[in-house]
């Protein structure tokens, strides 16, 4: 497949440790937020949501923490696996029914 | 498998020509979105249609136009093709509300050559 924005931050974990993957978002009024992951060759699959109501929010293996007072997301995985190998991307709307979206990190999961 | 199916999957075409994409959005999704891909720009947002009405407009070039039919199916047009074209365009739809996820198609490779 091909490769999505080569020159995109990478972030290199052994498998079975947690991987951090962080999102600086640009506005302030944004009100939702989302990460997507994408494999080589596919389309962007949803992973997690959260709003701006909440600071935490919890699903199978990932976790995503909001802190709005730095406009920071991050997204936990616990116990990487190979099959988490892709490019996350951060989604952010304020709203107006347009998302912007993150540059991306690739994550490499190391056997 | 999202819901959201795009056809064709690749296209190879020369410049200056026209080429159509197709979207078919999730059932019962009312929101259709595009959505263009290249290595240097990332995703970057065409346009979004609401049950065949335009809603909102991102970085989209006149000579790209999109339309959203009854049966909600959306189309984009891409015309006088450049070089420059070439990404991966990607359809998601989403419910009603302004703030429903969207889910994506599998996209479709444009090569201008």
């Known amino acids: ?111 | 498998d999202s819901g959201v199916t795009q056809t064709p999957k690749h296209l190879i075409t020369a410049t200056g020509q026209r080429v159509t994409l197709r979207c078919s959005p999730r059932s019962g999704d009312l929101s259709v979105y595009w959505y263009q891909q290249s290595l240097d720009q990332g995703l970057q947002f065409l346009i979004q249609y609401y049950n065949g009405e335009e809603r909102a407009k991102g970085n989209i070039l006149e000579r790209f136009s999109a339309q959203q039919f009854p049966d909600l199916h959306s189309e984009l047009n891409l015309s006088s093709l450049e070089l420059g074209d070439s990404a991966l365009y990607f359809c998601a739809s989403s419910g009603q509300g302004n703030l429903e996820t969207q889910y994506f198609g599998p996209g479709t490779r444009l090569l201008v050559l």
């Open chain 1, 1 to 111: 497949g091909e490769s999505v924005g080569l020159h995109l931050p990478t972030l290199s974990v052994q498998e079975g440790d947690n991987s951090i993957i962080n999102c600086a978002y640009s506005n302030s009024a944004s009100d939702y937020f989302i990460w997507y992951k994408q494999e080589s060759g596919k389309g962007p699959q949803f992973i997690i949501d959260i709003r701006s109501n909440m600071d935490k929010r919890q699903g199978q293996r990932v976790t995503v923490l909001l802190n709005k007072t730095v406009k920071h997301l991050s997204l936990q995985i616990a116990a990487t696996q190979p099959g988490d190998s892709a490019v996350y991307f951060c989604a952010e709307n304020k709203g107006t029914y347009k998302y912007i979206f993150g540059t991306g990190t690739r994550l490499k999961v190391l056997a």
